[in-house]
Every structure is written in structure tokens, then in C-alpha cells.
DNA sequence: TATGAATGAGACTTCATTCAT
DNA sequence: TATGAATGAAGTCTCATTCAT
């Protein structure tokens, strides 16, 4: 039972990072049993078919990529707003941090692929949905907070759903931005300016 | 001279809708001859190979995708800095330009590609820098205009360019965002605040 | 295990048949699954491509079609001589064992394919050499058995090896030539005239 | 009219050079076509079809490629007739005469092609048995000068038929043989022991 | 005299999948 | 729990050939 378990996760992970090497499509069972080390046909003892591999691997990170997990809003204090919000957004940043890198890549494959077939567009959207409103409720705390003018916040917040977004994506590309000036400069634009 | 003429653009157009429905390796040569009304052999009068077809498909996307396309920088004056801008950006976003919609798909196909395979990597990096370095000189027209604060010029730039680019990809999701606040909202972020 | 084997003797043997029959050219992966009685996919399973098939039979051939398996060296006398070096001779000869008619008319399309493609030239050559080699070392024991005159003798063992060479090909041609007159010929022409 | 048989001539030539390298089924009328500088369609226009250019590249080989072509033996003589025997030989082997690699290599698909195809079978087979009766003839003028002996005749043309065609398969091949020696072998044995 | 444009047949190969063991 | 053996469908590509121009 647990070599079963445990042969298993071999599997998902084996067909996680030939994803993101091969993308969806790219990626044969084939080489996937090799990488596990295993018989092809043994992965249709632990999945149904291909789709239902790659729909798992979908949830597997649809589970784990979470505003909440990168966010922690009830943590957020006036004088620490600022601060909490630059840091989480940094941290979301592929380059920072190995296993997102992968993490994003497959994404970004279910992405594409969800414009083409239905199966996972309903969930993306809800993904991105739950980004979207992660930084509203954000904006609300910091309405609440007094750092944030409620005028426009819900533009404001996706105004910083969108930066945190595609500064991963041009890290993605390889493409080097001053991502964290960028970022800090998201931030301190849609902050009350209390200086004034 | 014409016919071979017609029929290669009618593969070209074929292949282009194609990739943005199925993507590139989910279109087969069989469905764009399917598509086009010829013999799949046929094709292969035209392109040497799928992946000169591929090649032949991105260089027009690449050739027309460009920010001067949507951006004319020397008709830009103090007074309509801020409107050309903001007009610039409307024009590129797939919703407000059907074209657009599929162009950028494709465009999305390669850009995934293109971290696996290297044959178009440096073409995109160049595109995406094309629209970096189009609002970089966009910004320092915009301080030479008086308009736009010098500091972290380039900063803005990239946070402009992000913003976009990212519009377009939720637009692509089919994720309603209020788009054109968020681009009024970024532009009023980085333009100098006179009133002060 | 036994059945793989099976299959795999199977697809060579009807390989090396087809091979003699239509050439290596024009024997395609279908006729030989169809002669095997599988399918054209299963073949794969057995060979990683048709270049590794065609060389495992250029490899089996090569194993079996050796100058010590007609001709042994060892068990010659200066009395039985001339009658080992005649009966190896005609052992050789296609018409006399269809089994070696086939095993010619295959190594005959490697030979041709040998002057093209430098996959198996390297190869060829040394059984070329094998043969040369042979004779040379049959009549260097001659010449110890006293049998042969020591002048020329290299010539006389490639004219040796020419000839038994030739007659198979005039054989595989279909022209019928007195050949065992013609190797009993050569073969009295090197010896020793010892009754001069 | 002077043009149409200017290309012809072309066509059979590349086609002729094609055949030695690639070999029959190896040469695409894309290839020859490219070779002689014209469209693939035009070749149809000299000749109806691929088969037919094969054949018509075959019969100029073919009316070539014969006996009285390398030895004259109208001009043979007791005195010369061994010198003529020689020189002859010598004559048609590749290396020493650089047309004739070309031409072998083209025949030697022939002939194996011959066994597949009864197309030039009969050609081929009256084409070698036009090189066994000259050597025939050969002998029998030999017989009738007093230098060779009667007995075995008819063998001992075929054997120096066979040596002197395997000498050249052997070069071709790049096989190095002492082909000289080999021959000389070859003639000095058939030939009446005068000194005895 | 030649070719531009096209095509049906068929080549090798890969894929997801099946099923008896 | 896994695999050995096999397969239908489909992929890219090449070939000899056709026909209107």
C-alpha cells in the first residue's frame, strides 16, 4: 500500500517537471515511465489515462497555488502593510524561490491550455479569480487600515494582481525587469500618500 | 504567380487561426489542409517543413507586433501625453481589437515555446524588449515633456509595459477586469502629480 | 520472454527473405509486419527504428558468413589439400545450399549499399578481408605442406578468394557456369607442379 | 530540336552520376532534375516515366559495356597475344580508367536489381555472357596461335572472365588487391607452359 | 519546350491505450 | 502491483506522376 502511494508521487512528480521542460502535449507517458523508471503501462494502474494525469497534476497545484499562502492578510497592521505586501509579492517571484519556477511553467501550460480545451478553464479563472480577490480583500484591509484611499480599490488591486502576474512571467521568459522596484513602485503608488 | 501566391496565404491565414485555437502542436498539417481545401502534400510546395511553416508564422506575427504599431511617441506633447498613452494601450488590448485576440493567442503559444525550444527564444525576448524599450523612450519623452517625474524612470516603464502586456493576457482568459480603470490608474500612477 | 524472442526471430527472418527478394530499399516496415503476421507498430517494439533492424541482420549475417566456417585450416595435409580446398570452395557456392542463396543475395545489397552509406562499409570490407585473409593463411599452409610454390602466393590466395567470390555472383545472376570445373581449374593452376 | 536533345543528354548524364552514389532507388527525380537545373515535371517531357529513364540509362550502358570495346582480338598474335590478354584486363578496371568506376558502380546496381526486376534480367545476363564468349573466342584464338591448350578451354575463359570482373568489384568495393599480379597470375596459368 | 501547382500512395515513426499474465 | 507484447490512429514527410498553361 504504501510502495503504491509512494510510486504514485514518483508519477506526479516525474510528470510534473516534464512539463515544464516539454510542456502538456510535449510530454509522452513514455517519458514519464523512463523518468519514474517504471513500464508504461504501469502508470494506467495509478491513473486512467493521460488526462486524468494531467488533471491531477493541475489540482496538485491548484491546491498549493494560493493567495492565502503567499499573503497573510490577517497578519497586516497598519505599520506593517507596506512591508507584508511588498514581501509576499516578492515571494511569489519565480526567481527567488527554485520550485516555483516549475511551478509557474506548468501553470502557465494549463493556462494556454485552457483557452483551447474547457476542462481546466473554469478552474483557472477561478485561480485567478482567487489572486484577484486575495489583493481586493487586501485593498480593503488597508482601506480599513487607513494606509490605502478607497477611491478606485478594486482597480488598485488588480492593477497589483496584474504586476505581481507578469513580473513572473518576464522572469519566465528570461527576461530581466527591476522586479523589485517595480514592485515597490506598484505598491507605493496605490498607498494614500500621507505625506501629502 | 498568383495562385501560388493565394494558396500560400490561404495556409498562412489557416495555420494562424488554427494555432490560436489549437495551439502549435495540437495543429497538424492534415487540419490546415483540411482547413484550406488542398492535399496535405500540397503544403510542402509551399513550405520546405512544419516547422518553416511555424517559423514563417511567427516572423508575421513579429513583424506587425511592434509598439510604434500602437504608440507614435513624436506626436506626443505635453498636453496629450497622458491621452496618447492611454489610447496607445486601449488599442492594444485583444478585446477592443479582434485581430488582436487571435494574434496575441499565437503570440502566447510562442512565447510558452519558446522556453522550450530555443528556435524562437531570442525573437521574443527582442519583441518584449521592443515594448520595454518603446515605453522607456515613451517615459523619457514623457520627462522631457515635463510630464513625468525623472526618478525611477525606467521603473515606470516596465510597470507600464507589465501592466499591458498582463491586460491583454486576463483579457485572453476571458477574466473581466476593469481594464480601462487599471490602465487610467497606472498611467496617473507614474505621471508627475502637478497639483502637489 | 519466449514469445518476445519468438516475434523477434520472426521479424528477422522474414526481414532477411524480403531483404533478398525486394532489396533493403524496397522492403518497407508494412511488408515485413505483414509478413510476420503483427502489426506495423509492433515491430518498433522489438526494433528501435528500421536502420537497427537492417543492422541486426547485416549482423547476423556477418556472425555466420565466415571463411573458417567453409574452409578448416587445421585438418588440412599435404595429401588432402587440394580436395579440403576444393569441397570448402563449393560448400560456398549458393547453388549447392539455398540457405547461402539467400544469405548472398542479401550480403550482395549490403556490399552495394556498403559503397553509399558508410554505416556498415567498415564491416564489409573486413569480411572481404576475412576471406582474403583466409585464403592467404590456407596457402601459407600449403607452402608449409610443401603443396604450393612460396612465389606469388599472396596473389595466388586473392586470385583464389576472387574466384570463389565471383562464381556466387554468377550464380546469384542466374548465369550458369561450369563452376566446379572453374575452382577445380584455379585451384590446380596454384599448386605445385610436382610431377613436372 | 538541338536543345531538347541538349537536355536529354543532361538528364541521362546526371541521372547516370546520380545512380553511382545513390543508386536506383535512392535517386528522386527531385534530385536529377535539381542536378540538370531543370523542373521535376520537364523530365516527363524526354522521358514518360522514371522506369523508362532506367531503362534508357541502362541500354547506353549496355551498349558500352562490351567486349570488343577492351580487347581486339583481330589483332592478337602468338607474340602478343599474352601482352594483349593483359593490357585488356588491365584496361577495364575501375581505378585505371576513371569512366569505368562510374560505369561499374551503375551495372553493379543492375545486376542486383536484375534479380529482383525481370525487367533488365535478360540484358544483364546476355551482357555477362557477352564477356564470357569473348573470352571464349579469346581462348579459342589462343588455341588456334598454339599458346593456350585445348584441354578445359571453355573453363579457363570463364575463369579469367570471373577474375577480371571480380577484380573490378573488389575496387570498387576499395578493397586494394594486387589486381596486376592477380591477372598476370591469372593469364600466366591458363596459358600453354611453353618452356616445359 | 518547359513548368507551376497539386496530389494519392505510401514511407518511417510516435502515441495513448489494451489485455493477458 | 506491475509488465510484456501488441495495436489503431495519427503524425511528418517524400515520391512519382498529372495537367493546365
Known amino acids: 500500500m504504501k510502495k503504491k502511494e509512494k510510486t504514485y508521487q514518483q508519477i ?5 517537471i516534464l512539463f515544464a521542460e516539454f510542456g502538456i502535449q510535449g510530454t509522452s507517458l513514455a517519458m514519464i515511465a523512463e523518468k519514474v523508471g517504471i513500464s508504461k503501462p504501469s502508470i494506467y ?8 494525469l494531467i488533471e491531477t497534476v493541475f489540482k496538485v497545484i491548484f491546491a498549493d497555488y494560493r493567495f492565502d499562502n503567499y499573503f497573510q492578510i490577517d497578519k497586516m497592521t497598519a505599520k506593517n502593510f507596506e512591508k507584508k505586501l511588498y514581501s509576499g509579492g516578492i515571494s511569489m517571484i519565480p526567481e527567488t524561490n527554485e520550485e516555483n519556477f516549475i511551478v509557474m511553467k506548468v501553470l502557465n501550460e494549463f493556462i494556454l491550455t485552457a483557452g483551447r480545451e474547457h476542462n481546466y478553464a ?3 479563472v477561478e485561480l485567478q479569480k482567487d489572486f484577484l480577490l486575495g489583493f481586493e480583500r487586501c485593498m480593503d484591509k488597508g482601506v480599513e487600515l487607513g494606509v490605502v484611499d478607497a477611491k ?15 513580473i513572473s512571467n518576464y522572469m519566465l521568459m528570461g527576461i530581466q525587469v527591476e522586479y523589485r522596484k517595480i514592485w515597490k513602485l506598484a505598491i507605493t503608488n496605490i498607498m494614500e500618500r500621507v505625506d501629502k
Chains 1, 2, 3, 4 share one sequence.
Request: aromatic share 10%.
Open 45 to 52: 494502474y495509478h491513473f486512467p489515462s493521460k488526462d486524468a
Open 122 to 124: 473554469g478552474e483557472i
Open 12 to 16: 506526479l512528480e516525474a510528470t510534473f
Open 152 to 166: 478606485d480599490s478594486k482597480a488598485k488591486s488588480q492593477l497589483l494582481a496584474l504586476t505581481i502576474d507578469n
